[in-house]
């Protein structure tokens, strides 16, 4: 007997494009590793902000533009409070791709060069090795890996084996892997980057929307998340830093709002997190987030975890049901965040989620923006599951029927 889902959240309702029917079925949805479901709430708070709310910010005096102040302002305490951030250090970015890269340019221009290496690990989305990989590249500066291992793991004898070195400037590590779903174990590992001298930068895009995050408890220098993935808008997401290396951090973009003054020939920066922050930013956007935080605080983040934890225990052991189907990475729920890559023998993961697909069911195939990973594993492709809250037991169920009867179309 599969386990039993433990989890109380039915939520689907409080989403209205589960309202939708494809060819007449419902929609099953499970790629949100990929970007998020919306609720209600959401979609109304940014439509109600662009209706009676809508000015710029940080520039005008009159009645409308000060509301846009303070919804844009408020959403900011909101998302920091929801990660036990502090507004000042919070700053708001296109997404986690933008949050990295403005690390690696600002902080990674100015503090490695030659003889220095940056760590990152084998597991790590493009998002957090393109930025590094181009960075050593052009401060003619080393770029090590961190080994996965056949459990899907990182080890931290090898994280100090590498810190030994005495030339890691900075740690750049996923909370959550998007491939394995590995929930890496981030205190443990600051604490030894912080011991051997460097900084520590996280990339939390899939941690944030499915666990209790607290800054303070983690101690990273850098923590990244991306808002589309944890229930808000796309075009938004978050970078939290350390206070005094933002102070000191050059910015990464240049023109309006992040100025304090200008002159022909000198500039002076703006406090934080303005500084950080050229240009019009995502307003709306930052409002949809800070009602995405207040719905899943409403949940409650430690649900949220009992929910996709339950759903990716149950996930595991009906995918084992399908002959020929391999999971990667850990094998218990416990040590995964909620989402499964599998492949099947004898079908290629895109025909994998194409027979999903045939039964109503959207699941994502392919290298999952983490092309080396795959080469470590031995695959081209991966099929992967990802939960939301919104799931439950029944989607799972479907997955794996649309699997069974996808192996009799192959002949399997
Ligand atoms: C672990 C991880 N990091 C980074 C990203 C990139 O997110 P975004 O495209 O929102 O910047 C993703 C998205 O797939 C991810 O799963």
Not at 21 to 30: A, S
Not at 90 to 104: D, G, R, S
Not at 322 to 328: D, F, I, M, S
Request: glycine share 10%; with cysteine; hydrophobic share 45%.
């Amino acid at each position: 007997m599969p386990p039993v889902v433990e989890s109380s959240l039915a939520v689907k309702a409080d989403f209205p494009i589960f309202a939708r029917r494809f060819g007449g079925r419902e929609l099953i949805y499970l790629d949100s590793g990929a970007t998020s479901q919306k609720p209600q709430a959401v979609i109304d708070a940014q439509a109600e902000h662009l209706r009676s709310h809508n000015a710029n910010v940080h520039r005008g005096v009159y009645a409308l533009a000060q509301e846009a102040d303070a919804a844009y302002d408020g959403a900011r305490r909101k998302v920091a409070a929801f990660v036990g951030g502090r507004p000042q250090t919070t700053i708001f970015t296109k997404n986690v791709t933008e949050a990295i890269n403005l690390v690696a340019y600002s902080w990674g221009r100015a503090n490695v060069g030659p003889g220095d290496a940056v760590l990152i690990t084998q597991m790590e989305h493009h998002a957090n090795l393109v930025p590094w990989q181009v960075l050593c590249r052009e401060r003619s500066a080393e770029l090590r890996y961190l080994e996965v291992d056949e459990r899907g793991e990182l080890s931290l004898e090898a994280l100090e084996r590498e810190l030994a070195r005495g030339d890691v400037k900075l740690v750049a590590f996923a909370h959550v892997s998007n491939v394995l779903g590995t929930i890496n174990p981030v205190a443990e590992m600051t604490a030894r980057i912080r011991a051997a001298g460097a900084l520590s930068l996280v990339d939390g895009a899939q941690a944030v929307p499915q666990m209790p995050v607290d800054l303070q408890a983690l101690g990273a220098d850098f923590y990244g998340w991306t808002g589309h993935k944890a229930l808000g808008p796309t075009g938004i997401g978050v970078l939290h830093g350390r206070e005094e290396l933002l102070e000191r951090m050059e910015p990464f973009l240049t023109g309006g709002d992040m100025i304090a003054s200008v002159d022909l020939q000198s500039v002076s920066w703006n406090e934080l997190p303005y500084k950080f922050e050229a240009g019009t930013p995502p307003i709306a956007e930052a409002v949809g987030l800070g009602v995405a935080v207040d719905y899943l605080s409403a949940l409650g983040m430690e649900q949220v975890r009992t929910h996709e934890r339950s759903l990716t225990a149950y996930m595991l052991e009906r995918l084992g049901e399908v002959p020929g189907l391999r999971v990667v990475g850990p094998p218990e729920a416990e040590r995964r965040g909620g989402l499964v890559s599998f492949t099947v023998e004898g079908i290629h993961p895109h025909d994998v989620a194409e027979l999903a697909n045939r039964g109503g069911v959207c699941i994502r195939a392919g290298h999952h923006c983490a092309q080396p990973l795959m080469r470590c594993l031995g695959v081209g492709a991966t099929a992967r599951a990802s939960v939301g809250v919104y799931n439950d037991a029944a989607d799972i169920d479907a997955l794996v029927d649309a699997l069974q009867a996808g192996r009799e179309v192959f002949g399997l």
